[in-house]
């Protein structure tokens, strides 16, 4: 939210009015989407906003968990023990308490353990920080219309179902 505010207050100060046109990529489509309910609050016009390759990792609700995520978690976790259980058992355990340490971000009203440093100190946490920093967004419903461009994962995950839990508009997924 505070990057929000501080990114609608910088795209302001050059065009002090909309309509605006938005995209973001990867944690930046977060961000766009946040700058446009700050620009929308502000009583601007969003004309389009997109996001690319945004991975859905915001706490979630409950339905949208059990709607979008509940079956993937599922899905994970059978795929983490079978991996596991291929490793030493020294090697298991780590591997497991790893995945296992995430889950919380991924549960609707469980606490989050992973802490967010004031900047990232090292450029292997800087994805660390970054997730985290994500995880700990509450999105409320945005009042327009949003494009979402998906990569790969696309046949896994049902993006046109988990971004109209976050949109009131029209969602369309390429």
């Not at 967004?137 to 976050?166: A, N, Q």
Request: glycine share 6%.
């Amino acid at each position: 939210e505070q990057m929000a505010q501080h990114y609608a207050h910088e795209i302001r100060s050059l065009q002090p009015h909309g309509p605006y046109y938005l995209l973001g990529y990867s944690l930046g489509g977060w961000i766009a989407y946040a700058v446009a309910q700050e620009l929308t609050s502000q009583g601007e016009n969003v004309a389009f906003l997109a996001s690319l390759d945004t991975q859905a990792n915001v706490r979630l609700n409950w339905i949208v968990y059990l709607r979008t995520w509940a079956w993937i978690t599922l899905a994970r976790a059978k795929h983490h023990i079978r991996c596991a259980v291929h490793l030493p058992w020294k090697d298991r355990l780590r591997y497991l308490w790893e995945r296992l340490r995430h889950l919380p971000l991924r549960v609707p009203g469980a606490p989050s353990k992973l802490p967010i440093p004031q900047t990232p100190t090292h450029k292997s946490r800087e994805a660390e920080y970054y997730y985290a920093t994500v995880c700990r967004f509450r999105p409320t419903k945005y009042s327009g219309d949003m494009v979402i461009f998906t990569g790969e994962d696309s046949k896994y995950f049902p993006h046109k179902l988990f971004w109209e839990c976050y949109a009131r508009g029209r969602v369309q997924v390429h």
